[in-house]
């Protein structure tokens, strides 16, 4: 049994209560296998208020959080992608944590990588005046707005301070996605995200007095997007046309289908695999290639003597393919297109006299 090693919590510095998840980075290194009912880690939220009709949501259907906020496995699983994403929502707050999964390999670069952008992610290292964590919001989410996405905290307090926030999406174009609430710290998004159009926002926080004078800042405050599975695979480079020489060995690699997804890379939103839904026509076998479901890779799977162009009904074949994102899960969103194969001849029989006697 084999537990997964958390290497890094990004966290709050724990000066008072901050709605959302208190720890939002986690990386893990990835075990051989995520056993059934197995521990992956606690997850802490509260929304400051009680946490009432909670309920978390988490990206990969193989996983849950129970209402104590272990984060555990549903079954038996060794591919789970770079990323898991848990939604947390209740009456009061909503946020989003990552966990990251390492292979073994990548712990200790991970783990240098991480220490040595601390700042990026948040993580003091030292007393700050004004503490700003990163924020995760999900793309395409419903109203109302505004929403309450994250809170930035002045260690000193904020009386006869207040608190300013400028950068993209605030008072540079696309202005008024985000504001922040100038004697408590409150950041709120007023409008529905597209991972797709912008993934980050790099904003300054800073304390002002009431004259406009800066007492404390800028920092740099992170707002990241999550993704959604909101993009169906596209087909973009067709028409696809392949050719095969008649008589090819089976096996023959005949051409090469690769669709496009826009969601996240690095999650199971963009994790193609590929399937051919119909052949035409289906003679003489109604199986007459495969295609490999990651690679896209369409090959021959007939005996030679089942290529002869001259005793098929046809010599071209119609083949529609079918991609399907989430790794070909049945929750996965698909696209198709048509690959047309057409079979070569090859100059494989000797001229024929019609006529066994010819006068002249």
């Excluded at 505004?146 to 202005?175: A, M, N």
């Excluded at 076998?285 to 990651?294: A, T």
């Amino acid at each position: 049994f084999f537990s997964p090693q958390v290497l890094l919590l990004a966290c709050a510095e724990d000066l008072e209560c901050v709605p959302g998840f208190q720890q939002k980075v986690f990386y893990i290194e990835k075990p051989f296998q995520f056993t059934e009912d197995q521990l992956v880690l606690n997850l802490k939220f509260d929304d400051c208020k009680g946490n009432n009709k909670l309920n978390f949501e988490v990206s990969n259907p193989d996983f849950t959080v129970e209402l104590d906020g272990n984060l555990v496995a549903l079954k038996n699983v060794s591919e789970v992608g770079k990323a898991l994403f848990v939604h947390a929502r209740s009456e009061h707050a909503e946020d989003m944590a990552e966990i990251f999964i390492l292979e073994a390999n990548e712990k200790r670069g991970a783990l240098k990588e991480i220490l040595k952008l601390e700042g990026n992610l948040g993580i003091p290292r030292q007393k700050r005046a004004i503490l700003a964590t990163p924020i995760l919001i999900p793309e395409n989410q419903r109203p109302p707005f505004p929403r309450l996405v994250g809170k930035v905290i002045r260690s000193e307090g904020t009386d006869g301070v207040k608190f300013r926030l400028s950068g993209k999406g605030v008072d540079q174009d696309p202005k008024g996605i985000f504001r922040i609430n100038e004697m408590n710290g409150d950041v709120s998004v007023t409008r529905t995200l597209d991972r797709e159009a912008i993934a980050n926002y790099e904003l300054e926080v800073e304390v002002v007095d009431m004259n406009g004078k800066t007492m404390d800042g800028p920092v740099r405050l992170d707002i990241s997007v999550i993704d959604q599975n909101d993009n169906r695979p596209m087909f973009k480079e067709g028409p696809y046309v392949g050719h095969v020489m008649e008589g090819s060995a089976t096996g023959t690699t005949v051409m090469r289908m690769a669709a496009f997804d826009a969601d996240d890379a690095s999650t199971d939103n963009a994790l193609l695999r590929y399937n051919i839904l119909r052949q035409t026509p289906t003679k003489p076998s109604p199986n007459m290639f495969y295609i490999d479901p990651e690679k896209g890779d369409i090959v021959t799977v007939v005996s030679p003597a089942l290529l002869d162009r001259e005793t098929m009904e046809s010599p071209k074949y119609e083949l529609v393919i079918e991609a399907k994102d989430m790794g070909g899960m049945d929750v996965g969103l698909t696209g198709t297109a048509t690959a047309t194969i057409l079979i070569d001849d090859k100059n494989d029989h000797a001229p024929e006299f019609t006529k066994k006697e010819v006068r002249a």
